[in-house]
């Protein structure tokens, strides 16, 4: 009997690679093409503006995947009349579906994470409106969620690509805006470019980082993140597993009919957090003092009742307290703690989950296992296997 021998497909790829972002994007693809397949595939490594190879003119393939920068070059890959698929969503291209990040939920995690820390006011900084549309959804986000919430916002819109001297425009703009907001602003910056502005501005104005203003970037470009001064808190976007995904889809527009959503979004990871958030923001000191010792025991077997003893309260004064600041009880704030230490050995380790409930401060592994699908909806090994292999 014969053998049927597989298609062997061919694929181009146009996507820059001197980014981490864009690199965990390829990387994600070829772990697609490995797992799964061997396509033929056709990469030139450049940058993100660099005019596109002069090849693709005559190239004859099954599929592209692309981050598609210009309308030229959306012509022209529209013009192939083969399965293409865009990964950076700069324009609606109704022709082509489109998969990127959930900017949304992104913008959601980061308010949670500065809420649960104390903040009271907020402030976005980005570049001007219209330039890219998934920055334009961060700042709305950003905007609705604090104004539905009662709480103080500030925005900026500037070129974060033009800070070449103190007498720039923009940079005096974003000089002016940082020195004038007040004491204890969770400063969420676009992108982690834009971070590292923002951190070089406090840093000539004297505003100190964090216990002045606490600063937050979007895309964990561990590069950037670790330069900063002082290290820059950020959150991963999923980049490889964006990659994964595309080229999964990619390979079922070429195999069939099948067509895929307009736009797919994919949940970031979680937030890596660095020296530039290293704050709680409150003026309750007997709070300040509750958080020091869940932030430092919680994943030690820490109990209420040894928050309690430690601050000298009664539990409903403090657990009071939280609630009005926080909006959650004590015991909350622990399993918040636990559970983002769990996150970070899942993601980072190959300990088993006995190990990681011990580490983390669960007496159970069944308890946390169960704790763990109820909070994210997912379960623990789903989510090491997402991180991990996408």
Aim: net charge positive; glycine share 4%.
């Amino acid at each position: 009997m014969t053998q049927r021998i597989k298609k062997q497909y061919r694929v181009a790829i146009f996507i820059e690679s001197t980014r981490i972002y864009s690199r965990e994007l390829i990387r994600g693809i070829a772990q697609y093409n490995r797992e799964n397949l061997n396509w033929n595939i056709e990469f030139t490594p450049c940058s993100l503006n660099e005019p596109f190879p002069e090849w693709i003119s005559d190239w004859q393939g099954d599929g592209i995947l692309a981050r598609i920068n210009n309308k030229r070059l959306f012509h022209i890959l529209l013009r192939k009349k083969i399965p293409v698929i865009d990964l950076r969503r700069s324009f609606t291209v109704p022709q082509i579906p489109q998969i990127g990040t959930d900017d949304q939920t992104a913008i959601t995690i980061l308010y949670d994470f500065f809420r649960s820390r104390g903040f009271q006011r907020f402030a976005f900084v980005g570049i001007p409106r219209h330039q890219h549309p998934p920055m334009d959804v961060r700042r709305n986000v950003c905007r609705k969620i604090v104004t539905e919430n009662n709480q103080t916002f500030s925005e900026l819109e500037i070129d974060h690509y033009g800070f070449e001297s103190p007498s720039n425009q923009d940079t005096r703009k974003l000089t002016q805006w940082i020195k004038n907001l007040p004491q204890h602003t969770a400063v969420i910056s676009c992108n982690d470019d834009m971070a590292l502005q923002v951190l070089n501005i406090c840093r000539k104005t004297n505003r100190i980082v964090p216990n002045d203003l606490a600063v937050a970037g979007i895309g964990n470009d561990d590069c950037l993140c670790e330069l900063a001064m002082p290290t820059l808190t950020s959150i991963d976007l999923n980049p490889k597993r964006i990659g994964y995904e595309a080229a999964e889809m990619l390979q079922k527009m070429m195999r069939s009919d099948f067509s895929p959503p307009p736009v797919t979004f994919i949940k970031p990871n979680f937030i890596v957090s660095r020296m530039s958030t290293n704050i709680i923001a409150t003026e309750d000191t007997i709070v300040n003092q509750a958080l020091q010792l869940i932030g430092n025991r919680a994943c030690d077997g820490l109990q209420v009742k040894d928050v309690l003893r430690h601050v000298h309260r009664s539990r409903m004064t403090l657990e009071n307290r939280f609630k009005n600041i926080f909006g959650h009880t004590i015991f909350q704030e622990i399993l918040n703690v636990r559970l983002q230490r769990v996150k970070e050995l899942l993601s980072a380790t190959d300990l088993t989950i006995k190990e990681i409930a011990r580490l983390s401060g669960f007496s159970y592994s069944e308890h946390l296992m169960r704790v763990f699908h109820e909070r994210f909806g997912q379960t623990m090994n789903d989510f090491r296997k997402d991180y991990r292999t996408k």
